[in-house]
């Protein structure tokens, strides 16, 4: 059983492993454990410096060579969706999002396996099993929902309250992060992981919160480009939170 540390939290290096965004590079992380009472405020404070949350693990990549992976977070109050943007909120009108606790569902690991299946089968989450899933979904000492989209009750025929997308999200002191999301491939044409992303800052903003965390930007990465149309945000750098317009 894994108990709360009592000093300062310990920092780890893990060994080079294939990069997943770049070929031919290698990476590496600095990893801690978020466990215990000290898990959010430790998590708030992470966040802010560049790491993700997996589980009880927050990790940053430690890459000898490279520092391609770049912290990104939007900017909520002043973020005006361009006009795709509002096109497509529009075309997704008839979604309704709700937040549940962290709770994983026989009917979200379905979807959740259709969209690794068609999107990232050659992933490292391709083989993951229900119990595998579960413990991504509820494993976490810190302030964490997971969103469930449907389809309006009202829609016709066999799709009227389908779950399509979820995203599963830590509410931090200063905005919401994005930890994982999926959607139903099928839909590929509603763009649903960009609805995502302008349906939390909708969240963040009714909430009062200045940032939306999106994880990783990687310049050069087909995979992260989507996350560079979200202006204005910030990009963590040497020298602090810089602004990009």
Known sequence: MTREPRDAPQFYLTSPAPCPYLPGRA???VFTHL???????????????????????????????????VSVRVKIEEFVPSRT??????????????????????????????????????GGMADMSMVDYQMMIEDSHVDTR??????????????????????LTDRLADGLSMVYSFYEPQFEERSLGTFMILDHMR???????????LG???????????????LPQERLGTDGWVRVD
Request: charge should be positive; charged fraction near 30%.
């Open 216 to 230: 990783y930007w990687v310049e050069g990465s087909h995979k992260m480009a989507y996350k560079a149309r979200f």
């Open 146 to 167: 997971l969103i469930e989209y449907r389809l309006s009750p009202d829609a016709q025929g066999a799709d009227a309250d389908r779950l399509i997308a979820c995203c």
């Open 27 to 29: 990476e590496r992380k």
């Open 35 to 69: 466990i215990g009472l000290r898990a959010p405020a430790l998590n708030d404070t992470l966040t802010q410096s560049g790491f993700r949350r997996s589980q009880t693990i927050a990790y940053r990549p430690a890459c000898e060579h490279c520092r391609a992976c």
């Open 85 to 122: 943007q509002r096109r497509g909120m529009r075309h997704n009108a008839d979604i309704a999002g709700e937040a549940r606790p962290a709770r994983a569902t026989p009917e979200q690991y379905a979807l959740f396996r259709r969209y690794v299946t068609a999107r990232h089968s050659d």
């Open 203 to 213: 969240r963040a903003r009714v909430a009062g919160l200045r940032n939306l965390y």
